[in-house]
């Protein structure tokens, strides 16, 4: 049997680390394809992020009320409608309330440390739960589907030796950690499951030397063998765990006593942040199924029932949290971010509740963002039928693309990459917590010397810069420091670093004058680096016909791969004329006016650049 065959036909999960009753698993990846993108490229900035999935479906319109519609809502859902008066006011914010069982996040809000993002969709949107969750995870258009999950796909390219080399000295943490739920088929790549469960640490010497119990020399015995190196790679990341779960107390008193499931798990996050895991994404799963179809409310108390169980749940939670990392002193360096697979339909059904819609709030919370509401109260017809939706405002990939720019220092390139097309970003952040955009470095690397420059566009406002440096663009330290040499708004800076290793990662820390920090882009050089590895001519390409010039001649054959920007492969080749000039044709079937990703190995190298098609 061939792994790949095996691994998907069995089970890769160990049991997991039990915390305080709640599961906790571990792994290269979340589950969510976006978020582990994230994850991978999120190490050097310093931030996290906190996800938390309300399954089923949130009725938005019973979560954040439209006030300046009341009147048309009310004609619309007269079974469920909250009294006016019970709805809780926002400051500074006359069109829109709270649904009152969320006291403490109508508090936070009142405080700058909510934002809202009303009608959040995408178009032709899906209501079928498993597919849209799959569409949030993929951040896919929704008729594309991926027998593959995204991140699998990324972390097989990325990770070739996966999991024989992992955990290491460089890579000792997980990129993400998921509580309270198991690993999705999103983290399925071409060969394996890159994602597994964490187990009680027992043998981290087996996954530092690569070492098992003894097995049959034959296929089964190898099987065997890899998939008790994937349980002790788990039980590796467990003791990680532990150890900063045990390096941190629980400060906030905030936290409720009994019957609040999602509490015991941002209890347990905010441990981890707080012991000093590296890890950047947290994802929690809110218990309580949000897919109200029936009895959301509490006939003739309708501030009562079962969504306002749910959201006073929610609310509670996260201003727990909130409290509990601003009292470790971790705050700023924290944000968290409620989502749901879609909402409901504008009117109530005939059982004192909602049905699948289309646009709902999402909420961002934390010390960093920029507070208030992006959009407007949605749209209600007065006298709304079962065709009418909440209408979209905001695509749900303007949120990621948001994110990845504003709070992970991902470059625009690199989120058009992952969303395969460029999305507008929102004003979720405040401006100290936006990334550094005002310096450009760029690198090459010739004769045992890194040449870097760098160029800050406001130099007024910084003390100094820092360079440094990371041998696996993950863990960076310390390599030089340059004083601001003048009060120009426009500086150039340069510096050499004499160096030889296979790959070497460069990125500015620059040190604003009130004692923030913000970072350039990464540049990342190699030994072998020429001006750079390979040129794809004509591109746009034309007629459907490839070439590609290598700037070194290969002593292996050549595979050439191509995606598209969801990360799916769309071509394969191998050459074997070590010729540094390939030419090809590949078939019609390519979008026109269509970006992808063109990738060529050859050896130790891999190069990629971007085309398109006309």
């Known amino acids: 049997m061939k792994r790949r065959d095996f691994i998907k036909a069995g089970s890769l999960a160990a049991a997991p680390l039990i915390i305080n009753g709640v599961p906790v698993h571990a792994a290269p990846g979340t589950g969510n394809a976006f978020f582990d993108f994230l994850a991978q490229n999120a190490y050097g900035c310093g931030r996290i992020l906190v996800i938390i999935q309300m399954n089923g479906g949130n009725d938005g319109l019973n979560t954040i009320i439209p006030i300046d519609k009341y009147t048309h809502l009310n004609n619309a859902r007269p079974n469920i409608i909250l009294p006016e008066a019970s709805i809780l006011p926002l400051n500074n914010n006359i069109t829109t309330g709270m649904h009152p069982a969320m006291s403490e996040l109508r508090d936070l809000y009142n405080n700058g440390k909510v934002t809202i993002v009303q009608g959040v969709s995408y178009p032709n949107p899906n209501f079928s739960h498993f597919r849209a969750t799959d569409i949030w ?16 796909r990324s972390l097989d390219t990325q990770y070739p030796n996966y999991p024989a080399d992992y955990p290491n000295a460089e890579m000792e943490d997980p990129l993400a950690i998921q509580i309270g739920s198991t690993l999705p088929f999103s983290l399925q790549g071409p060969v394996v499951n890159m ?59 905030l936290y409720p006593a009994t019957g609040n499931t999602l509490a ?7 441990r981890l942040i707080g012991g000093g895991m590296q890890t950047p994404v947290y994802i929690v799963n809110h218990p309580n199924s949000h897919d109200t179809h029936v009895n959301q409310v509490v006939a003739g108390d309708t ?204 990125r500015i820390k620059g040190f604003l004058l009130g004692g923030r920090i913000k970072y350039s882009n990464t540049v990342m050089l190699r030994t072998n680096d020429k001006q750079q590895l390979i040129s794809v001519f004509p591109n746009p390409v034309v007629n459907n016909q490839i070439n590609v010039k290598l700037f070194e001649r290969p002593e292996t054959w050549v595979d050439i791969t191509i995606y598209d920007l969801i990360g799916a492969k769309v071509y394969y080749n191998r050459f074997n004329d070590r010729s540094q000039q390939i030419s090809f044709r590949v078939p019609p079937s390519f979008a026109r006016d269509t970006h992808y990703i063109i990738e060529v190995k050859y050896g130790a190298t891999t190069a990629r650049e971007q085309i398109i098609f006309r």
């Open 137 to 152: 995870f993929s951040a896919s258009d929704s008729n594309v589907t991926l027998e593959t999950g995204w991140l699998g």
């Open 195 to 253: 994602g597994y469960n964490v187990a009680d640490p027992q043998t981290l010497l087996n996954v530092i030397n690569a070492t098992t119990d003894p097995a049959p020399n034959n296929d089964y015995g190898r099987e065997l063998s890899f998939l008790r190196l994937m349980k002790d790679q788990s039980n590796a990341y467990t003791g990680r765990i532990q150890t900063a779960y045990n390096a941190q107390a629980t400060l906030s008193t």
């Open 264 to 270: 015991n798990q941002l209890k347990i996050v905010a």
């Open 303 to 506: 501030a009562t029932g079962t969504h306002a169980n749910i959201l006073g749940i929610l609310s509670k939670a996260i201003n727990a949290f909130q409290d509990d990392i601003t009292l470790m002193g971790k705050a700023l360096k924290v944000t968290g971010m409620t989502f749901s697979e879609f909402g409901r339909r504008i009117i109530n059904n005939g059982s004192i509740g909602t049905d699948h819609g289309v646009g709902a709030p999402v909420l961002f919370f934390g010390a960093a963002v920029n507070g208030g509401m992006l959009g407007t109260s949605p749209n209600i017809p007065l006298n709304a039928t079962g065709s009418d939706q909440v209408p979209m405002q905001h695509d749900f990939r303007q949120l990621y693309s948001t994110v990845m720019q504003d709070w992970f220092c991902l470059s625009s390139v690199q989120s058009q990459t992952v969303l395969g097309s460029a999305f507008n970003k929102v004003p979720i952040f405040s401006a100290a917590a936006l990334p550094l955009e005002d310096i450009t470095l760029t690198g090459q690397y010739y004769n045992g010397t890194s040449k870097l420059n760098f160029k800050v566009e406001d130099n007024t406002h910084y003390e100094k810069f820092v360079i440094e440096f990371s041998a696996n663009g993950l863990r960076f330290e310390e390599l030089h420091q340059l004083s601001r040499v003048s009060l120009n708004n426009l500086e150039t800076y340069s510096y050499d670093h004499m160096v030889t290793a296979p790959k070497m990662h460069y």
